[in-house]
C-alpha cells in the first residue's frame, strides 16, 4: 500500500507535463503514459481476439463434402455362405465426418458389413475441425514413407477439408508414424463415441471428392478411399504386363509351396480380366486402393459358388521387391497363404514411369 501511495504522486505530475499534448486522446484522463500503452495493447488484442471469435471456421462448402477423414488401407478379404450371407474378414478401416454433420466409422477388420454412423452438431464439427487443425497434422509431408519407394502397398491416410482445398497426409507401412498423425487420429476417433446407428456398408452414400492442394485431383471416391497418395501418382494410361503378372502368379506359387501350401491354379478369364480392370483404374487414378464391390466381381465370374474372396493391390518396379513387401506384410502375407484359395488372378499394368501396378485376386468355391 505504501508502494502504490508513493507512485501516485509521481504519476500527477507526469500527467501534468503531457496534459497539452493528450487532450484529444480518449483515455487523455490516464495519469501514466506505459498505463495508456498498456490499455492500447489491451484494446488491440481485445480486438483480434474478437475477429478470431467471429471469423468463419475454414470449412469446406457442400455438405457431402468431407471435412476430416482417416483410412488405414489394409487387404481384402470376404467371405460367403449358402445362403449369400458376407462377411468381411479384413477390410479397410475408415473413419469421416461430412459438413453436413455425418459420421462414418468403419473399423475394417471387423466380420461384418455393417458400419456404424451418427450426426454431429454443426458446432461440433467446426469445433473438431479446430480441434484437428490444432494438432498441426496439417503441416506434415504429403507423404512420410521408408526407403525409396520401390513398392507400396499399404498406407495410413488423414485428410483435413478446407473451404477452397483439402490437405492430404500419407504415412506408408514400416515407417514411423508421426505423433500430429496419431494426435489427429486420437482425436477422430474420439468422436465415433457418437456413431450409434448401425448400416449394411454398401449402403453408405459416397462422400464428395474434395480438392487437394487447388486441383481436382480426387481424394474420395470411395467410402473405404479417402487419401490418395502422390508416390504412387504416375501417368492416365497404362499398358498391360503379362509377363509381370504371370511371374507374381509363379512367385506366390513358390511362397505357398515354401510354406507347405497347395499351388494356386489360374482363375478363370473374366477373373482375370476384372483383375486387369482393376488395375486400369489404379494407374489412371495414380494409386493404389481396393476394389470396394469385390463381391459383386466374385458374383460375375463364379455366380454364387464362390465361398471367399480376397485382393492384394501394391505397385512397384521390379517384381521380385514387390512380391517381398507382400511378404513382409502380415496381412498381406496372410492372403499369400490362406489355405481356403483355389484359384488366382492378377492383373498387371505398367504405368509411364516405369512402375507396375498389380492387383490379386484370390477365390475359392463350392
Not at 83 to 111: F, I, K, R, W
Not at 160 to 184: D, I, L, R
Not at 216 to 235: I, M
Request: proline fraction near 3%; charged fraction near 20%.
Amino acid at each position: 500500500m505504501a508502494k502504490t501511495a508513493g507512485s501516485s504522486k509521481k504519476r500527477t505530475a507526469v500527467s501534468k507535463s503531457k496534459k497539452s499534448t493528450n487532450t484529444n486522446l480518449p483515455f487523455a484522463g490516464l495519469r501514466n503514459s506505459r498505463l495508456a500503452l498498456f490499455v492500447l495493447a489491451f484494446a488491440a488484442v481485445g480486438v483480434f481476439a474478437l475477429f478470431q471469435i467471429g471469423a468463419k471456421p475454414d470449412l469446406p462448402t457442400y455438405s457431402d463434402d468431407i471435412v476430416v477423414g482417416y483410412i488405414d488401407l489394409k487387404p481384402t478379404n470376404i467371405s460367403q455362405d449358402e445362403n449369400g450371407n458376407t462377411a468381411y474378414e479384413m477390410y479397410p478401416a475408415v473413419t469421416y465426418v461430412q459438413a453436413d454433420g455425418t459420421l462414418v466409422c468403419d473399423p475394417g477388420s471387423s466380420n461384418t458389413t455393417t458400419v456404424t454412423t451418427g450426426m454431429l452438431s454443426k458446432k461440433e464439427v467446426e469445433k473438431l475441425h479446430q480441434d484437428i487443425v490444432a494438432t498441426e497434422v496439417t503441416s506434415l509431408a504429403d507423404e512420410i514413407t521408408v526407403g525409396n519407394k520401390d513398392a507400396l502397398i499399404q498406407f495410413e491416410g488423414f485428410v483435413v477439408g478446407g473451404a477452397e482445398s483439402a490437405k492430404g497426409t500419407a504415412v506408408y507401412a514400416g515407417a514411423q508414424k508421426p505423433a500430429k498423425f496419431a494426435k489427429a487420429q486420437e482425436k477422430l476417433q474420439a468422436v465415433c463415441a457418437k456413431a450409434t446407428k448401425s448400416e449394411n456398408r454398401s449402403n453408405i452414400k459416397q462422400p464428395r471428392e474434395p480438392k487437394i492442394n487447388g486441383t481436382k485431383k480426387s481424394l474420395v471416391t470411395q467410402a473405404d478411399e479417402l487419401l490418395t497418395p502422390k508416390a504412387s501418382a504416375c501417368c492416365s494410361v497404362g499398358q498391360d504386363d503379362t509377363a509381370y503378372g504371370s511371374d507374381q502368379h509363379n512367385r506366390i506359387n513358390n511362397h505357398r509351396k515354401a510354406s507347405g501350401k497347395s499351388i494356386l491354379a489360374v482363375g478363370n478369364t473374366c477373373m482375370i480380366g476384372k483383375a486387369y480392370e482393376w488395375t486400369r483404374k489404379m494407374v489412371a487414378a495414380g494409386r493404389i486402393s481396393h476394389d470396394p464391390n469385390l463381391g459383386g466381381a466374385g458374383t460375375q465370374c463364379y455366380g454364387s459358388r464362390w465361398n471367399k474372396l480376397g485382393e492384394n493391390v501394391g505397385v512397384g518396379y521390379d517384381s521380385a521387391g514387390l512380391m517381398q513387401a507382400f511378404i513382409n506384410s502380415p496381412g498381406h502375407n496372410a492372403n499369400l497363404l490362406d489355405s481356403a484359395w483355389e484359384y488366382l488372378g492378377v492383373g498387371a499394368v505398367r504405368g509411364s514411369n516405369g512402375r507396375t501396378f498389380v492387383t490379386h485376386r484370390f477365390v475359392s468355391v463350392y
